[in-house]
Nanobody
Framework: QVQLQESGPGLVKPSQVLSLTCSVS??????????WNWIRQPPGKGLEWMGA???????YYSPSLNRRTTISRDTSKNHFSLQLSSVTPEDTAVYYC??????????WGQGTQVTVSS
């Protein structure tokens, strides 16, 4: 059974880079059939797909966040990471990592709250 766990700072200052890591067990990010996604939910709003990295290393990003988002991976540690640059308070959200297709993630981490504030 796959398990995903997000980790990273819970507070980021405006204009800085938000960095999160998703540690995966029970599946290999390098060989899985599935993609590895980052999704967020701002307070009072719906889920927003941010991007994904496939097992072949190709990355895919939401057009609205493309210029600020980088997804990378470390296959030796079986984890993948999110970097979101130039953050503003509007980037405050619960951030999730998830396995699945890019349209239908099916296995989720528990989520981690990130607040952007000075």
């Amino acid at each position: 059974q796959v398990q995903l766990q997000e980790s990273g700072p819970g507070l980021v200052k405006p204009s800085q880079v938000l960095s999160l890591t998703c540690s995966v067990s029970g599946d290999s990010i390098a060989t899985s059939y599935y993609a590895w996604n980052w999704i967020r939910q701002p307070p009072g709003k719906g889920l927003e797909w941010m991007g994904a990295i496939a097992s072949d290393g190709h990355t895919y990003y939401s057009p609205s966040l493309n210029r600020r988002t980088t997804i990378s991976r470390d296959t030796s540690k079986n984890h993948f990471s999110l970097q979101l640059s130039s953050v503003t308070p509007e980037d405050t959200a619960v951030y999730y990592c998830a396995r699945g297709t890019m349209t239908t993630p099916t296995s989720w981490g528990q989520g981690t709250q990130v607040t952007v504030s000075s």
